[in-house]
C-alpha cells in the first residue's frame, strides 16, 4: 500500500530516502532468476557518473519525470499506457513477452532495458519504477547515486488495483488517464458481470505440480468476478499445494490452469496429466486463464475480463 517516504539505509550504511511504493504484482517473482551482478563490478561504471548525475536527479524530484525507466512487468504495462512515448527511455525485457504481457506489440516500440544499473546509468532516467521485492542490490546502487526510485507492489484484489493506476497516474503526471483506464476497466468488468454462465461455480486454478493460487490473489479475484469460487477446503490466503488426491476429494467443477497441458513436458506437468485428472477433467471442464492476465493489475484487467466472459459465454448450457 501507499507509504510516506522514509528514511532507509543502502547496503554501504550511508543514509539514502526511499521513496513511497506504489500501490499494490505477481510478476516480481519471474525477475528473481536473473542475478545481480557483483555491487563491486557496477559501481565502477555508474560511481563515474555519478557526480555530474546528482544535482540533476535532486532537482527533477519534485517536477513531472521526463526520463522514465521500468523494471519491472506490472510497472512496464502501466507506464506504457499512462505516460507519453517521450517521457519513457525503456522497458523491462519482459514488457514484449506476449506470454506475460498484454501490451507486447506495443512495448516493442520502446527501448529494451537490460537490467543492470550500469545499463541505465547512461540513460539518465529521473524515474526508476522497479518491483518491490526485484533486484534488490541494484536498488541499493541506484538509490545511493540519486535515482529516484519507487516500488511496485504486488496486488491482490481489484480494489488495490485502482488504487495502484491512480498512485502510478499521479506519479508520472496524468492523474487524468488514470481515471480514463479505470473506467475502461469497469466497463468490461460490467460485461463479464451481464455474460451468460454455467449453473456450477466451483473452481481451482492449479499449477504444475498442485501449486493453487488462494483467494488472497488477483487470479482468485478475476475468478470470482466470473463467479468462479473456490471449493471448500481450499487452500486460503495465498494458497499452497494440494496433492492430487486432496484435488480429487475437493472436486472443483472446473479445473483451471494458465494454458492448456496435453503432453507433459517437464516433472511438474505429470500432475496435470494424470490419467485421474483427464478423466475428471476433459476440455469441456477445464479453463485456461493465461499468465499475462494474472501477473499484474492495470490495462491487462481489461483484457482479464472480456476473456473470461468469453470463457463463461462458451460454457453456459445454451451454448
Given at each position: 500500500?501507499p507509504a510516506e517516504l522514509v528514511p532507509a539505509q543502502a547496503g554501504s550504511g550511508h543514509p539514502v530516502t526511499t521513496e513511497r511504493t506504489v500501490g499494490a504484482i505477481g510478476a516480481t517473482r519471474q525477475t528473481r532468476r536473473y542475478l545481480?551482478?557483483?555491487?563491486?563490478?557496477?559501481?565502477?561504471?555508474?560511481?563515474?557518473?555519478?557526480?555530474?548525475?546528482?544535482?540533476?536527479?535532486?532537482?527533477?524530484?519534485?517536477?513531472?519525470?521526463?526520463?522514465?525507466?521500468?523494471?519491472?512487468?506490472?510497472?512496464?504495462?502501466?507506464?506504457?499506457?499512462?505516460?507519453?512515448?517521450?517521457?519513457?527511455?525503456?522497458?523491462?525485457?519482459?514488457?514484449?513477452?506476449?506470454?506475460?504481457?498484454?501490451?507486447?506489440?506495443?512495448?516493442?516500440?520502446?527501448?529494451?532495458?537490460?537490467?543492470?544499473?550500469?545499463?541505465?546509468?547512461?540513460?539518465?532516467?529521473?524515474?526508476?519504477?522497479?518491483?518491490?521485492?526485484?533486484?534488490?542490490?541494484?536498488?541499493?546502487?541506484?538509490?545511493?547515486?540519486?535515482?529516484?526510485?519507487?516500488?511496485?507492489?504486488?496486488?491482490?484484489?481489484?480494489?488495490?488495483?485502482?488504487?495502484?493506476?491512480?498512485?502510478?497516474?499521479?506519479?508520472?503526471?496524468?492523474?487524468?488517464?488514470?481515471?480514463?483506464?479505470?473506467?475502461?476497466?469497469?466497463?468490461?468488468?460490467?460485461?463479464?458481470?451481464?455474460?451468460?454462465?454455467?449453473?456450477?461455480?466451483?473452481?481451482?486454478?492449479?499449477?504444475?505440480?498442485?501449486?493453487?493460487?488462494?483467494?488472497?490473489?488477483?487470479?482468485?479475484?478475476?475468478?470470482?468476478?466470473?463467479?468462479?469460487?473456490?471449493?471448500?477446503?481450499?487452500?486460503?490466503?495465498?494458497?499452497?499445494?494440494?496433492?492430487?488426491?486432496?484435488?480429487?476429494?475437493?472436486?472443483?467443477?472446473?479445473?483451471?490452469?494458465?494454458?492448456?497441458?496435453?503432453?507433459?513436458?517437464?516433472?511438474?506437468?505429470?500432475?496435470?496429466?494424470?490419467?485421474?485428472?483427464?478423466?475428471?477433467?476433459?476440455?469441456?471442464?477445464?479453463?485456461?486463464?493465461?499468465?499475462?492476465?494474472?501477473?499484474?493489475?492495470?490495462?491487462?484487467?481489461?483484457?482479464?475480463?472480456?476473456?473470461?466472459?468469453?470463457?463463461?459465454?462458451?460454457?453456459?448450457?445454451?451454448?
Open positions: 500500500m545481480d551482478r557483483p555491487l563491486a563490478q557496477t559501481m565502477t561504471v555508474a560511481l563515474s557518473v555519478a557526480v555530474l548525475l546528482s544535482g540533476e536527479l535532486c532537482s527533477a524530484h519534485a517536477e513531472t519525470p521526463r526520463r522514465i525507466a521500468s523494471f519491472n512487468l506490472c510497472a512496464d504495462q502501466l507506464v506504457a499506457t499512462l505516460a507519453d512515448p517521450e517521457q519513457v527511455v525503456g522497458l523491462s525485457p519482459y514488457a514484449s513477452d506476449p506470454r506475460v504481457s498484454t501490451i507486447a506489440d506495443k512495448a516493442r516500440t520502446f527501448t529494451r532495458l537490460q537490467l543492470q544499473a550500469e545499463a541505465l546509468v547512461p540513460l539518465r532516467p529521473d524515474l526508476v519504477l522497479v518491483g518491490i521485492w526485484d533486484r534488490p542490490l541494484t536498488q541499493r546502487l541506484l538509490r545511493s547515486l540519486g535515482f529516484r526510485v519507487v516500488g511496485v507492489d504486488v496486488v491482490g484484489d481489484l480494489n488495490a488495483a485502482r488504487a495502484q493506476i491512480r498512485d502510478v497516474a499521479a506519479l508520472i503526471g496524468h492523474p487524468e488517464r488514470g481515471e480514463a483506464l479505470i473506467a475502461d476497466i469497469d466497463a468490461a468488468q460490467r460485461r463479464l458481470a451481464t455474460a451468460p454462465r454455467p449453473a456450477s461455480s466451483t473452481a481451482l486454478l492449479v499449477g504444475n505440480g498442485g501449486y493453487t493460487v488462494g483467494p488472497d490473489s488477483l487470479a482468485a479475484a478475476l475468478m470470482a468476478e466470473a463467479g468462479l469460487t473456490p471449493p471448500r477446503g481450499a487452500p486460503k490466503r495465498y494458497g499452497g499445494y494440494v496433492p492430487l488426491e486432496r484435488l480429487i476429494e475437493l472436486r472443483p467443477d472446473y479445473l483451471v490452469t494458465a494454458s492448456a497441458v496435453d503432453v507433459p513436458d517437464g516433472q511438474g506437468a505429470l500432475y496435470l496429466t494424470h490419467p485421474a485428472l483427464r478423466a475428471l477433467y476433459p476440455p469441456s471442464r477445464r479453463i485456461v486463464l493465461p499468465s499475462r492476465f494474472t501477473l499484474c493489475a492495470g490495462p491487462s484487467l481489461i483484457g482479464a475480463f472480456d476473456y473470461l466472459a468469453d470463457v463463461m459465454t462458451r460454457l453456459a448450457p445454451s451454448h
